[in-house]
């Protein structure tokens, strides 16, 4: 989500492009920023000065509560221009992650504070082992008898982690070697593990629960590799930008995107729907809904008129991805799908729809039928609503609706 507004007794400043404090005016302020973004190694800092990321910054934490102070050192992850911020109503300024350990710096924060900040960071080992999961989309690799699996995580912790696998189901049970890696700072974890559990998903995916196994010697790499994950993913979420879709489309928020920022991905949703946009220096990379990609994911997601959308800076590109379209006639051609979905006038309530095949009238037309009309008549045949022959049909929505349509008219198909 968006970094919150700054409340009055928790200010945060810039004194310099390389100097930047953190005021907190009370413990209340301090406890809650600890709890939520400190302790995961993260910091936002409102500021409008130019930085960059990766670049190394020190922040002061002005304790005006228990008036002192504390320098830390970190790296800038993600920058929110103003531009940007002013798209998703939020703040302009960059997101830290801190590079002192977490568990340091909570000792070395109660010494100067007399507070009890060890809530959410339990101090020994044992302890912050069986923490809570922590949510973060890092790429793994799973090695196992039957070949080797790509997909993301989407939470992790010191002994185990929960793996979307797309279009795979590994057996519960089955021993195998994980890689986890973030290429962004090139950094990866190779460990062992077994799958304790595996539930379907939306979407062809398949969440996998991975216990994790290592020796004794080799918990403090661990640990150090998945505090790091933590803080970077921490703070790459705290600078997101999010908002919602108006009357004008979605087509017109990823036209500001485009035009703002250089390279991003936009996630979007609407109801049950869920997409996402992969842009990069006026190219759009991969696009996805559900099931669908490419130009048919685009043309869909451009008729949206509401929901939700987040604006995240980095590129959230699969092991697989489109062939790179340029942004302007990817737009021209979803564009026209859009306008056509609109003049045939096909009922969006009836995605739910099903057909009953009137076996003459197959008989009778088949062979006069186009080959589209045939694999949507086939589709149907197999009980498939609209909505699931759309999606497994690889034309365009409006050729399949103008197919459904020419198969009603001639009685080929009756809607139950």
């Not at 979420?237 to 009357?247: E, Q, T």
């Not at 037309?365 to 999606?391: C, M, P």
């Amino acid at each position: 989500m968006a970094p919150p507004s700054t409340p009055d007794d928790h200010t945060r400043e810039s004194d310099s492009p390389s100097q930047l404090r953190a005021r907190f005016e009370s413990a209340e302020a301090f406890r809650d920023e600890f709890h939520q973004n400190i302790a995961r190694g993260a910091l936002f800092i409102p500021t409008v000065e130019p930085y960059a990321p990766h670049q190394t910054v020190d922040v002061t934490l002005d304790l005006a509560f228990c008036d002192t102070e504390l320098s830390l050192s970190g790296e800038v992850i993600v920058v929110v221009g103003r531009a940007l911020a002013e798209m998703g109503a939020t703040t302009a300024g960059i997101s830290l992650r801190l590079t002192e350990a977490a568990s340091a710096l909570r000792l070395r924060l109660e010494g100067l504070t007399g507070l009890d900040l060890a809530q959410l960071t339990p101090t020994s080992r044992a302890e912050r082992r069986s923490s809570a999961r922590s949510r973060s989309d890092v790429d793994i690799v799973i090695s196992s008898p039957d070949g080797e699996f790509s997909g993301a995580t989407a939470n992790l912790c010191y002994t185990g982690v929960l793996a979307l696998i797309p279009m795979v189901s590994i057996p519960v049970g089955t021993v195998v070697c994980v890689h986890l890696s973030n290429p962004v700072v090139e950094l990866g974890l190779t460990v062992d593990g077994k799958i304790i559990h595996s539930r379907r998903c939306d979407g062809g995916v398949t969440a996998h629960g991975i216990q994790l196994h290592y020796p004794a010697d080799r918990i403090d790499q661990v640990m150090a590799f998945i505090e790091f994950l933590q803080s970077f993913d921490r703070a790459r979420r705290l600078a997101v930008v999010a908002g919602g879709i108006d009357a004008s489309g979605l087509g017109a928020v990823l036209d500001m995107f485009m035009n703002t920022a250089p390279s991003g991905t936009l996630s979007v949703s609407r109801g049950k729907d869920e997409g996402k946009i992969v842009f990069s220096e006026g190219y759009i990379l991969r696009c996805t809904v559900g099931m669908v990609s490419g130009m048919k994911a685009l043309a869909r997601m451009v008729r949206w008129t509401e929901g939700r959308f987040e604006f995240h800076h980095e590129l959230q590109l699969p092991g697989t991805s489109d062939d790179p379209q340029p942004f302007e006639a990817a737009m021209m051609v979803a564009s026209f799908q859009a306008d056509e979905m609109a003049r045939i006038g096909f009922d969006a309530s009836a995605t739910s729809d099903t057909f009953r095949i009137d076996p003459e009238g197959r008989k009778k037309h088949y062979e006069s039928l186009t080959e589209l009309e045939r694999e949507v008549l086939d589709s149907a045949a197999e009980g498939f609503n609209v909505e699931t022959i759309s999606d497994v049909v690889a034309a365009p929505d409006a050729d399949i609706y103008k197919a459904l349509l020419v198969l009603l008219d001639l009685g080929v198909i009756e809607r139950n």
